[in-house]
DNA sequence: AACCTTTATCGTAATATTGCAATATTAAAA
DNA sequence: TTTTAATATTGCAATATTACGATAAAGGTT
């Protein structure tokens, strides 16, 4: 196989494993990082920024995007992208669940 | 290629990149999720919860293991799989520190 | 118009992930 | 000791991801 049997799982639990697997790799995690470090949103240099070459982050920016943790307007010739508050909120949401479940467990195991 | 450049990437990139990775899967989701929910760590019964077969649960649950997700001490015949918090904390460190970036950009643009 | 810059897409190779049947392992139970 | 139950490992097929060279597309600049 090799196919995520997604449609067995919760919409919920989908959604959290596509913003997380978008988040999956250190080259994102830096894109990310560089996105909240600029002052402005009007980038077009994070290939500069990245030790790969033009078209592998492009191909990253496109998975970021359609995961929906970034948003990119054109500007011009080039590319403003910028983060995606809304994704951010429903990742954050899933670790203040998580934690109210841990307190919960606090009281009578591990 | 197909590989990730790993080496090219500071640890922290790597390191938020591995523990997304490994909760990038909806069963693995659905499995921290259960392990929130249950009321003893004396689980188990994780197979009978996904709809997939043993060997494939038992991947997942070596996946989130080695990402530092969860811990599993052996107990009797069964497994006892938990929560790792310290995994956890990172994650909500890197969420915080995505938030105070984002606090910092809404004074100067989009 | 011809040219440059920026970003996207295509094609393809290398590698990783997903899923499961079959089988092994381990420890309790009978 | 034989059986049963729970979990892991192996092997393999199907599919996905990662990376990049080549090329295209779109908007500026000269």
């Known amino acids: 196989m090799g196919a995520t049997k997604s449609e067995h799982f919760t919409e919920k639990q989908n959604q959290i494993a596509t913003l997380a697997k978008a988040l999956g790799h250190p080259a994102r995690v830096a894109i990310i990082q560089y996105l909240l470090k600029v002052d402005t949103c009007i980038c077009g240099d994070i290939v500069n ?9 492009s191909q990253h920016l496109r998975e970021l995007k359609s995961a929906g943790l970034i948003k990119g307007n054109i500007e011009g010739n080039s590319i403003c992208y910028c983060i995606d508050e809304t994704a951010l909120e429903i990742f954050k949401q899933f670790f203040a669940h998580v ?5 919960e467990k606090k009281k009578r195991c591990c």
Chains 1, 2 share one sequence.
């Open 99 to 103: 934690e109210d479940g841990l307190d």
């Open 49 to 57: 920024e990245l030790p790969l070459a033009q078209p592998t982050v």
